[in-house]
């Protein structure tokens, strides 16, 4: 190739081949980089097409990096580049019969509760799936399934072939080592073996793999490991900012699609009103120009509305007709769809007397009120799931990790466990870690809601997206991806909201079968006011309908319209969405609505002592001197005597010494005298310190010191004896102390009427001291570690609700028992698993703000239903004519009908949202 002529012609050679997707013929290397489908054509088709137009086809250059366990890999110079075998990826995939997999599906297009039942029914019947959780207001299905018989692309395209769409996640990921067409071929194929994974695009010239994908099912990573286990690179771009919010976008195209529907609707729905209404009201409405009287012109103005807003609701009940299922849809359909046939058959054909009526102003209002209602909706529903939009947004996006000495910045997706994380003054900790290096004071208020900075200094835990406010950090990674601190908040949060209370059962039952039987009525009030209505209460007197069919037909239209059981389908779920979400934000999580709902019926708090009521850490309480030394002066000397020591209590006596500004002297010859305590020297003077035993052994006389040691230890308290070359000098004390919210909380939980219980592994004089210090009547002492759930088991036995808060692994059996498991956030990650409300913040008033939080939705929830229901139960009969022959006047029309429907969904939707006004703490 000599010319952009022989460009042209090599490109248009290539690219008149079938199969072939694009050409880069490059004149500067002599060479053509082309994609096509190796299923409609081959290397050697494309070698032949370019040596027919004249030129001549070299060697092809590719050289890969060999992965380990696949075959052998073409040399360089080879003329057809290596593909990897479909055997080598399928063993790489297969799933083992009876494993269990869960995926969450993110879905658009989903308007009433009749819509999640309709998901929940079509993939509940397939072979493989054990259970399907359809949330509306979150727009997500979670569902559990066997990969073995089902695989998330056929319930994915099930969900779609029922009219909803599923939302993919994208992701673009830089892929090295790529030369050629079969290169790509191999990086499309190892990441369409991945399960959830649904499209690959690669673009060998620029080096990127476009996929789309289910993040429940398979990540970023995952991919990243794939395509470098056949030997190439791969690595995630790093602004992240051009990463596409899939789901934000798929909400405003609802509701773009919404509006527009909304505007067509109101554009058409006045001229239409007003030529309807000519007829019946000529003085009034002269100022309407006849033409819009017209009945092509009315025909054609409702036909508009009914091929472009109204479609919705046609192709929403053919696809549910399809699969067997009904939704409001069909309802909608039934009663539009009725009005402008009827009134369309006036206008061409001789129905006969009393069929001259038209009523495509019905049809036109009915839909626009209907897609009001459904725009209105759909942008309330995304303000039903800010919290967890919040809490993503905490995410570090980037970090700085050491490599050989030097900074690099890396997507955080990309760091590993062990790897050394730089962070500056002002950025986010991208993960979890240990700080190795720096001092520095870091905002967690994000994660805990504590306002003040924790100063943070080397061996301390810094939790990852909290910012770090002053100083330099080194910190090596602990947690990673899903394992870090807010990841699992998050699943927590995503989890709960998925969830469903157990008074939504009856809300369940009643929307499932709610289509069902409100067709059955329509169909009882067309043939009552058809056959016996019309006559007997003199229609055509009070309304000026002569056709008993066209007036039994608006009836039934209207009890079909009015009875949309939307309303009963978001009131739970939209409350416990607003309810987990307000938790989330103030450091409570709670695993579920069946937790909120529970957490409301309890009537007693059992609280672990040891690192729940009390710090967990044992502090300095007390110095007691019997000479002429000052406290300080025997503090001194025994945390000087105590500062090589690593027992936890020497530790609380150094501490306590530094926080009184002492210093700590030189030691000489310290010695730690297992169960007694510790010998050590101090500008010649021989100290101990430790128990009475210590005491004995050296032949000191404790017993001027023996009451005040004996009602110390009442107190609860270890008490130290403190002795200077043989003579006795003072006491110190150090106890396990109360937190500073104890009291407080134990206090205003006792005023809301629920019985307080603590429970211990303590002796029964210290466990009596620390209750009866914070007003704790009901104490259960010397518990070992496994019989904590057996007291919880005896008081349930006693026909309590047990809410059990515990932080240890010890706790784990007991919060699992209890009716209601409370986890302290600083405790451990058994203790947060096998509870079903955690504490973030690890402050005991948190326990109060929960049940308010508890009552306060479950409040809402019986708001929500109570509406919901009185709504149907009020509209129906109304709708129905119930009224009619009592006051001839009282009839809802259809139109009415519809703004009464769009309404109850919305105020459902908004009494939840009110929520977040509500103060729990």
């Known amino acids: 190739?000599?010319?952009?002529?022989?460009?042209?012609?090599?490109?248009?050679?290539?690219?008149?081949?079938?199969?072939?997707?694009?050409?880069?013929?490059?004149?500067?290397?002599?060479?053509?980089?082309?994609?096509?489908?190796?299923?409609?054509?081959?290397?050697?088709?494309?070698?032949?097409?370019?040596?027919?137009?004249?030129?001549?086809?070299?060697?092809?250059?590719?050289?890969?990096?060999?992965?380990?366990g696949l075959p052998e890999a073409a040399t360089p110079g080879q003329t057809a580049c290596r593909i990897i075998p479909e055997e080598a990826i399928d063993e790489q995939k297969r799933s083992d019969p009876g494993v269990l997999e869960d995926s969450v599906f993110r879905i658009s297009g989903m308007k009433c509760s009749s819509c999640a039942q309709n998901i929940e029914g079509v993939l509940g019947k397939l072979d493989g799936v054990v259970s399907v959780t359809v949330n509306l207001p979150l727009e997500r299905a979670t569902v559990r399934y066997e990969p073995a018989k089902v695989s998330p692309e056929k319930l994915a395209e099930d969900i779609e072939s029922l009219g909803y769409h599923v939302v993919k996640d994208r992701v673009t990921l830089d892929v090295g080592g790529m030369t050629c067409a079969s290169c790509a071929q191999n990086v499309e194929k190892v990441l369409k073996r991945l399960e959830g994974i649904s499209s690959v695009n690669v673009n060998v010239s620029m080096g990127k793999a476009r996929i789309e994908y289910n993040s429940s099912v398979v990540s970023a990573d995952d991919m990243r490991k794939a395509i470098e286990g056949i030997g190439y690179s791969a690595s995630m771009p790093i602004d992240r900012q051009l990463a596409e919010d899939r789901e934000r976008k798929e909400r405003e195209e609802e509701i773009r699609r919404q509006r527009n529907n909304l505007i067509i609707s109101a554009v058409m729905v006045i001229p239409v009103m007003l030529g309807s209404m000519k007829p019946a009201f000529p003085e009034l409405l002269a100022f309407v120009p006849d033409i819009l009287a017209n009945r092509n012109v009315l025909f054609l103005l409702t036909t508009i509305v009914m091929v472009f807003p109204g479609r919705q609701f046609f192709e929403g009940t053919y696809r549910g007709l399809k699969h067997g299922v009904t939704d409001m849809n069909l309802l909608i359909a039934t009663g539009t769809g009725a009005a402008y046939i009827i009134s369309v058959a006036s206008s061409y054909l001789d129905l006969g007397a009393g069929y001259h009526h038209l009523y495509y102003d019905t049809a036109v209002m009915l839909i626009a009120f209907i897609v009001l209602g459904r725009y209105m909706e759909a942008r309330a529903r995304g303000r039903t799931s800010e919290s967890i939009k919040k809490l993503i947004g905490l995410q570090a996006k980037t970090a700085r990790i050491i490599v050989d000495g030097q900074e690099r910045e890396v997507p955080v997706e990309s760091i590993e466990v062990d790897d050394i994380v730089f962070v500056r003054p002002g950025e986010k900790i991208p993960v979890d870690g240990v700080v190795i290096d720096g001092t520095s004071a870091v905002d967690e208020s994000m994660i805990t809601g504590e306002s003040i900075p924790v100063d943070k200094s080397k061996g301390d835990v810094v939790i990852g997206s909290t910012l770090n406010s002053s100083g330099v950090l080194r910190l090596r990674a602990t947690n990673v991806g899903a394992d870090t601190a807010l990841a699992r908040i998050i699943e927590l949060v995503e989890n709960a909201q998925n969830s469903k209370a157990p008074i939504q059962r009856i809300a369940d039952v009643v929307a499932g079968h709610f289509i069902l039987i409100v067709h059955v009525l329509a169909l009882a009030a067309f043939f009552f006011w058809y056959f016996i209505g019309f006559e007997r209460y003199d229609v055509i007197l009070n309304s000026g309908i002569a056709s008993p069919f066209l007036f039994a037909l608006l009836i039934s239209i209207t009890v079909l319209v009015i009875s949309c059981p939307c309303a009963v389908g978001l009131a739970t779920p939209a409350a416990i969405m607003v309810g987990t979400g307000k938790g989330a934000e103030n450091g409570i999580l709670i695993k579920g609505g069946e937790a909120l709902e529970r957490t409301l019926k309890i009537d007693t708090i059992v609280f672990d002592k040891t690192g729940t009521l009390t710090k967990g850490k044992p502090e300095l309480t007390d110095v007691v001197t019997v000479t002429d030394l000052s406290a300080d002066e025997v503090l001194e000397m025994a945390a000087s005597a105590e500062k090589g020591s690593e027992h936890p209590l020497g530790e609380a006596i150094v501490r306590g010494a530094e926080q009184r500004k002492l210093k700590l002297r030189d030691v000489e010859g310290f010695r730690s005298i297992a169960g007694k305590g510790v010998e050590a020297t101090i500008e010649g003077s021989r100290i101990l310190l430790g128990t009475r035993k210590l005491m004995t052994d050296n032949g000191?006389?404790?017993?001027?010191?023996?009451?005040?040691?004996?009602?110390?230890?009442?107190?609860?308290?270890?008490?130290?004896?403190?002795?200077?070359?043989?003579?006795?000098?003072?006491?110190?004390?150090?106890?396990?102390?109360?937190?500073?919210?104890?009291?407080?909380?134990?206090?205003?939980?006792r005023d809301m009427g629920i019985e307080i219980v603590m429970i211990t592994g303590d002796n029964r004089r210290t466990a009596d001291a620390i209750a009866g210090s914070i007003g704790i009547t009901r104490v259960l002492a010397e518990v070992l570690p496994e019989d904590k759930a057996s007291e919880i088991r005896k008081l349930q036995e006693e026909g309590r609700i047990v809410a059990m808060v515990g932080d240890g692994i010890n706790d784990a059996p007991a919060l699992t028992q209890a009716d209601i498991g409370i986890a302290m956030g600083a405790g451990t990650d058994v203790a947060m698993e096998s509870a079903q409300i955690v504490l973030i913040k690890n402050d005991l008033r948190d326990v109060i703000a929960s049940i308010?939080?508890?009552?306060?939705?479950?409040?809402?929830?019986?708001?929500?239903?109570?509406?919901?229901?009185?709504?149907?139960?009020?509209?129906?009969?109304?709708?129905?004519?119930?009224?009619?022959?009592?006051?001839?006047?009282?009839?809802?029309?259809?139109?009415?009908?519809?703004?009464?429907m769009a309404m109850s969904s919305i105020s459902v939707t908004t009494n939840s949202i009110l929520m977040k006004r509500k103060e729990i703490k």
């Not at 050697?44 to 590719?62: K, L, P, S």
């Not at 708001?863 to 119930?882: D, E, K, M, R, S």
């Open 1 to 68: 190739m000599t010319c952009m002529h022989c460009h042209k012609s090599v490109t248009d050679a290539i690219m008149a081949i079938e199969g072939v997707s694009s050409v880069d013929v490059s004149l500067e290397d002599e060479s053509a980089t082309v994609e096509f489908d190796s299923g409609k054509t081959s290397l050697e088709e494309i070698r032949q097409a370019v040596t027919n137009a004249g030129y001549e086809v070299g060697a092809e250059e590719c050289e890969l990096e060999e992965p380990a």
């Open 700 to 749: 000191i006389d404790i017993s001027s010191v023996e009451k005040t040691m004996e009602s110390l230890e009442a107190q609860g308290r270890t008490t130290m004896i403190a002795a200077r070359d043989g003579r006795l000098v003072g006491l110190v004390a150090v106890a396990d102390t109360l937190k500073e919210n104890s009291k407080e909380a134990v206090e205003k939980i």
């Open 852 to 900: 308010r939080l508890s009552r306060l939705t479950m409040n809402k929830i019986k708001q929500n239903l109570f509406w919901a229901f009185g709504y149907n139960t009020v509209g129906i009969p109304l709708a129905a004519g119930l009224l009619y022959p009592v006051v001839n006047s009282i009839l809802i029309t259809p139109e009415l009908a519809a703004a009464f």
